[in-house]
């Protein structure tokens, strides 16, 4: 089966910093494109970040450019999402999800992707 797990969300305050795991089993990382979206309440999904697997490319929104850093580690078949210097529009709740950066940077959900539970970001101000 294939799974998506999402950690490491939490409170922080305001220029904190947090780093987002999304463990994967059932696929390799290092073969697919791993992105994550973020959806706050009332406001539309948003694409944040995207590695691609084919040449490690990497895709940020301009909310997060210089702020947020994706990483992967295929030995661990882990995608990390090291957030920095955090802001209150940051807080949303974050997902992963296996599908390519084109879909993720459209902050689009399809049902042929598969996409990790979510873990949720605060940050007060």
């Known amino acids: 089966d294939v799974q998506l797990q999402a950690s490491g969300g939490g409170l922080v305050q305001a220029g904190g910093s947090l780093r987002l795991s999304c463990a994967v089993s059932?696929?390799?990382?290092?073969?697919?494109?791993i992105g994550w979206i973020r959806q706050a309440p009332e406001k539309a999904r948003e694409g944040v970040s995207c590695i691609s697997s084919r040449d490690d490319s990497t895709y940020y929104a301009d909310s997060v450019k210089g702020r947020f850093t994706i990483s992967r580690d295929n030995a661990k078949n882990t995608v990390y999402l090291q957030m920095n210097s955090l802001k209150p529009e940051d807080t949303a709740v974050y997902y992963c999800?296996?599908?390519?950066?084109?879909?993720?940077?459209?902050?689009?959900?399809?049902?042929?992707?598969?996409w990790g539970q979510g873990t949720q970001v605060t940050v007060s101000s």
């Open positions: 059932g696929f390799t990382v290092g073969r697919n494109p």
């Open positions: 999800a296996a599908a390519p950066c084109t879909v993720v940077a459209e902050g689009r959900y399809r049902g042929s992707d598969w």
